[in-house]
């Protein structure tokens, strides 16, 4: 059976919290709300758009929420076309998708990302064509919804006993277990490692080559 690896992408892949907050500051001026500081508004980073300004603003009604989600849209598109928009790779990331091939892992996305944003960021850092299954926010329910994992264990013919899913946030721990595969936090993204280990990580790992530690004693072992 294939082993599988799914990442997340915002803050466990990549750093994109200084555009996505540039974005959701300029959706909600736009209409008319207070913008939470960083600290609060990052925790959303990893739901599909709809529903993270729902848990931003829960007293609005739906129709609200999906409005700030196409200024939203409109936003961020902005600041990829003005060169606004910097995602770099967090430092050891490439090193462990290098090892994690190495070991004979595939690899995966599973992402709020729209399938135009995740291509671009991954296009840009040349390692698209590292991740045989890409699954986004176009064509799934919101994390903790475990469909993207179930998805992506489709496509690359694995099980859950052999997937491991790698997230910043307790939605990707949550991902994982309702998809009853193993997760691993990364402890250098938006969420604090108690909420990680609470929505159902194993461990959380420090720094991403820390990962194939974790692997070793959690998954192998």
Not at 57 to 63: F, G, I, S, V, W
Not at 88 to 96: A, H, I, R, S, Y
Request: negative net charge; hydrophobic residues 45%; charged residues 25%.
């Amino acid at each position: 059976m294939n082993r599988l690896a799914i990442f997340d992408c915002d803050g466990t892949l990549v750093d994109s919290g200084a555009p996505i907050y540039a974005a959701l500051k300029s959706s909600l001026e736009q209409n008319g709300f207070d913008v939470p500081p960083p600290n609060e508004s990052l925790r959303v980073i990893g739901l599909s758009l709809p529903e993270a300004m729902a848990a931003l603003l829960p007293d609005c009604p739906p129709e609200q929420h999906r409005q700030l989600a196409e200024d939203y849209k409109q936003a961020f598109m902005k600041l990829r076309a003005d060169g606004l928009v910097e995602e770099p790779l967090f430092d050891g990331v490439l090193e462990l998708l290098d090892a994690l091939e190495g070991d004979g892992w595939l690899l995966a996305v599973a992402t709020g990302k729209s399938d135009r944003g995740l291509r671009h960021c991954l296009e840009r850092h040349g390692i698209h064509a590292r991740f045989m299954s890409l699954q986004t926010a176009d064509r799934h329910p919101s994390k903790p919804h475990p469909s993207m994992v179930e998805q992506a264990i489709a496509d690359a013919g694995s099980s859950p006993k052999d997937t491991i899913v790698i997230g910043d946030t307790s939605f990707d721990m949550a991902m994982a277990i309702s998809a009853g595969a193993t997760a691993i936090g990364a402890g250098w993204g938006y969420h604090e490692d108690a909420e990680l280990i609470e929505a159902g990580a194993v461990a959380v790992a420090v720094q991403p080559l820390e990962v194939l530690t974790l692997i070793r004693e959690h998954v192998d072992g």
